[in-house]
């Protein structure tokens, strides 16, 4: 049961952070007024590419949780790729929008220029998460994590492979169609990868406390669908888990 709870403490603490996307989700007079827009051509207007940062956050109860986003501290880093982009950038922007075969959709959009359709413009081939030091009797030092991790994120990689099906014809509904939680985290699908919201790429929440409940190192490696990767360091402090 406190586990469970934890979980239900995470996905609001979620909610809370991914910035307007699930605040907006949470005040029925905001999803009212946002008006939808009509939209013949691709669905995704905006991607975005940079440098990336994990942080290690707490959760209600000293349960920690990892947040992985677009580094926004230097914006000269950062590259927009739009239908409004001209030159190489416009290349680049109808580059992916090819990739992922969006091209065609036609009909309103309730989440026309809502935040959380800036896209990272890269994807993630896969995400590895190993604890520098034993983590239980079943999660040796240098082991995977994975399987005790819950992964949620904000993708519209199933709603544009699908052809744009599903439910999607409000505020609300279109919030639920892209907002993701898989649970265990080793088993994400290649579609759940993709197309990434840059404000809020993706969390990672524990499903279980380690053994030891002290700080633990963490290694991050998220590798991209063109081979490159990229490793955080970082670590998380259980000495205050209340649990």
């Known amino acids: ?6 979980r239900i403490i995470s996905r609001l603490l979620c909610a809370a952070a991914a910035i307007s996307l699930t605040s907006a ?3 029925d007079e905001i999803a009212e007024a946002w008006n939808a827009v009509e939209i ?6 905006e991607y975005y590419d940079g440098p990336l940062k994990c942080e290690v956050l707490d959760v209600y109860g000293g349960m920690p ?3 992985v986003s677009i580094d926004t501290e230097h914006p000269s880093d950062i590259k927009k790729y739009s239908s409004w982009s001209t030159g190489d950038e416009a290349e680049i922007y109808r580059s992916l929008c090819q990739k992922h075969n969006d091209l065609n959709f036609k009909g309103e959009d309730p989440l026309f220029n809502h935040p959380s359709k800036q896209c990272y413009a890269k994807d993630i081939a896969s995400i590895e998460l190993a604890c520098d030091s034993d983590f239980d009797a079943k999660h040796p030092a240098g082991s995977s994590i994975m399987d005790i991790m819950e992964y949620q994120t904000t993708s519209f990689g199933p709603f544009i492979t699908s052809g744009y099906g599903g439910a999607f014809n409000n505020y609300n509904a279109a919030l639920n169609r892209i907002q993701i939680s898989i649970s265990p985290a080793d088993s994400i699908a290649p579609e759940y990868m993709m197309l990434l919201s840059s404000i809020n ?3 990672l929440f524990f499903n279980c406390v380690p053994e030891r409940k002290t ?3 963490l290694t991050l490696t998220i590798t991209f669908d063109n081979e490159t990767a990229v490793t955080f360091n970082v670590t998380a402090d ?6």
Request: hydrophobic letters at 45%; glycine letters at 10%.
């Open 40 to 45: 013949d051509g691709p669905y995704i207007q």
């Open 1 to 6: 049961m406190i586990m469970k709870a934890t």
């Open 65 to 67: 949780f990892i947040s």
């Open 238 to 243: 259980f000495s205050d888990y209340q649990g």
């Open 25 to 27: 989700c949470a005040m």
């Open 201 to 203: 790429l993706f969390k």
């Open 215 to 217: 700080e633990i190192g």
